[in-house]
């Protein structure tokens, strides 16, 4: 004879297996006769029970699920993981939703070159040894002998190409206008420290140093805006309508 519900829970038998609705998964029927202990019987939270239930009045299908103490029990007995998908069927099924890009309502202004305000200038950093160049974590390594000197005991660059000046300086109670100081294309000499890092896409900054004609030079820290106060020394190229043949530094053979 085949004991039945209690009967088995009486003869020693670890749980009681109770005869559900016709159709019915344990689950599901505990959804709709015991809703109170659910929670705590399948481990799931309170919002989860309610997405069940949700679903179960819609009339979807709904799945059995392992309780957490036939969830331990498994892991007992196998010795391994026993993973039990505890997430709704809204969960399962729903799908991405595609994101649709919104037309414009004004369309998209075009914009000039960047350009510092007041006292302040665009310093894009370069070595002044031509052989040198400024690894990726701050160190330099020379092209000749590949030697590397570590970043921590290295003097750091201060010397940059200025991209773009500002508008005016305002010295002894007179108002200077920045370019008569100082123009693009002149190398300068800066406090490093002072200097604020100023990010700009690569390609912004090929079109300022083609516009200059000088060489572009990778600092992965980005380039520099520097107020005219911190600015140590100046060097203008010397010929005018060649500035590119002040810093376009000959390749170095390693021969």
């Not at 004991?3 to 344990?26: E, I, M, N, V």
């Not at 309170?46 to 179960?56: I, N, Y």
């Not at 108002?175 to 190398?187: F, N, S, T």
């Not at 079109?207 to 520097?226: P, S």
């Amino acid at each position: 004879m085949t004991l039945q519900g209690g009967d088995q829970l009486a003869s020693g038998a670890r749980s009681a297996k109770f005869s559900t609705a016709a159709g019915l998964s344990s689950f599901e029927d505990d959804l709709i006769f015991r809703p109170e202990i659910v929670a705590e019987k399948y481990g799931l939270t309170q919002e989860q029970v309610d997405r069940w239930q949700a679903d179960r009045i819609a009339g979807n299908k709904i799945p059995n699920m392992k309780t957490v103490a036939e969830v331990a029990e498994a892991e007992l007995e196998n010795g391994g993981l026993v993973v039990n998908d505890r997430r709704t069927q809204y969960e399962l099924s729903s799908s991405v939703e595609v994101a649709t890009e919104k037309e414009n309502k004004y369309p998209v202004p075009e914009y000039t070159s960047f350009t510092p305000i007041l006292d302040r200038i665009l310093v894009m950093r370069v070595p002044l040894d031509p052989n040198h160049e400024i690894l990726e974590d701050g160190s330099v390594r020379d092209k000749r002998t590949k030697f590397i000197i570590p970043a921590k005991y290295r003097q750091h660059s201060n010397t940059g190409i200025v991209l773009a000046v500002g508008n005016f300086v305002v010295m002894g109670g007179q108002r200077i206008d920045l370019d008569e100081i100082v123009k693009p294309g002149d190398r300068v000499t800066f406090g490093d420290y002072n200097s604020e890092v100023f990010p700009m896409e690569k390609e912004k900054v090929l079109a300022m140093c083609d516009t200059l004609k000088i060489n572009y030079h990778e600092d992965e820290q980005g380039l520099r805006i520097v107020r005219i106060q911190d600015v140590r020394g100046i060097e203008t190229p010397i010929n005018e309508s060649l500035p590119v043949e002040a810093y376009n530094y000959p390749e170095v053979s390693n021969e």
